[in-house]
């Protein structure tokens, strides 16, 4: 009883939508049979008759469609078999209805005749057509929504777990190349590594932070880049310089995208008080950020993974894609802002 209840309540608007229609359809047919508008023709009784046999109509197509449909897609044979069916084993269960009110009130003769007979096995078959068809759109429809909902969790719990292992991959790069430059001021100037040291692990707290967000706001990526640069001025000086153009523009990107951009401007180009590597942060629709370039003389093959794992980020959250441009002069990345 509680389960039939609570599917009553879950499908009470199409229940209502049908018995309005019924209402309808029986004002209808009795304003063409009779001609005239008197109170009769409003009587819900009709109605209410053929709300009750659409509801046992809906039963027989459930019932056919849980025995009978094996998979969760459905092809159109499938549904002329369960909605033929349907409507014979309709056809039977109003006659046998049908059949036992008569005989309760003694009126078989008067009921069963041929033509009554015929004109209430067509008026079954039309009810059963239009309310079978109401039933079955509005259950497929369900279906889909519910399919829908699955695939968009499907979808998200698929594009997590792909973030994730972006971030599993970028997170030690990030630290290996930075424990590198540590290494190195070591060996130059013990207080000038202490200092680094001391700045990197405040840095690298915000690095662990954002390690289990998907997005930042521009505005929070820009302060990090800005400390960052610190880091690297560290060691090189003024052999590279960060000029920033910002537009207080609302929006999104993927955490630590400007700095992995940093990094490579400072790993492939050898810059020099005289002719420095300028990184140039221009933040309007979307964040351009480009430097000259200055090839090392001796540099080491790269895979190329960082930015690659940054673009396979970015098109899990939007169409735009992330460009990159290279000339003989300059590289250029083209990063997208994701609206908030």
Not at 49 to 69: E, G, N, P, R, Y
Not at 125 to 130: A, E, Q, S, T
Not at 188 to 198: P, Q, T, V, W
Not at 223 to 233: M, P, R, S, T
Request: net charge positive.
């Amino acid at each position: 009883m509680k389960n039939i209840l609570k599917q009553i309540s879950q499908n009470r608007y199409f229940l209502l939508f049908v018995f309005l229609f019924a209402y309808i359809q029986s004002i209808h047919v009795r304003i063409a049979i009779r001609g005239t508008l008197d109170k009769y023709i409003f009587t819900p009784e009709a109605a209410v008759a053929t709300f009750i046999s659409s509801c046992i109509l809906f039963f027989v197509i459930d019932f056919f469609i849980k025995s009978w449909q094996k998979s969760s897609t459905f092809s159109l044979r499938e549904i002329l078999k369960i909605f033929s069916s349907s409507l014979v084993v309709y056809l039977l269960v109003m006659k046998a209805i049908s059949f036992l009110i008569s005989f309760t009130f003694g009126t078989i003769e008067k009921n069963f005749n041929r033509e009554t007979l015929i004109f209430t096995t067509f008026s079954d078959l039309i009810d059963g057509f239009i309310y079978g068809s109401f039933f079955l759109a509005y259950r497929y429809y369900k279906k889909n929504v519910v399919y829908q909902k699955k695939l968009v969790l499907y979808e998200q719990a698929l594009s997590d777990s792909k973030i994730n292992q972006l971030k599993t991959q970028l997170n030690p790069h990030f630290l290996f190349n930075n424990l590198n430059v540590l290494d190195q001021l070591i060996e130059e100037d013990k207080y000038k590594a202490s200092d680094f040291l001391n700045e990197f692990a405040e840095i690298y707290r915000y690095v662990l932070d954002v390690s289990d967000k998907k997005l930042v706001s521009v505005k929070e990526e820009l302060a990090f880049v800005k400390k960052y640069f610190n880091l690297i001025e560290y060691k090189y000086g003024s052999a590279y310089t960060l000029q920033i153009d910002y537009d207080d523009i609302a929006g999104n990107i993927v955490p630590l995208s400007l700095q992995l951009l940093l990094e490579n401007a400072v790993q492939h180009n050898l810059g020099s008080q005289s002719n420095p590597v300028i990184i140039k942060i221009h933040v309007r629709k979307n964040i351009t950020v480009a430097n000259n370039t200055i090839p090392k003389r001796s540099t080491k093959t790269t895979s190329g993974r960082a930015l690659n794992n940054l673009k396979e980020q970015y098109s899990v959250f939007t169409d735009q894609k992330l460009d990159i441009i290279k000339t003989e002069t300059d590289f250029t990345a083209i990063i997208p802002i994701i609206p908030e």
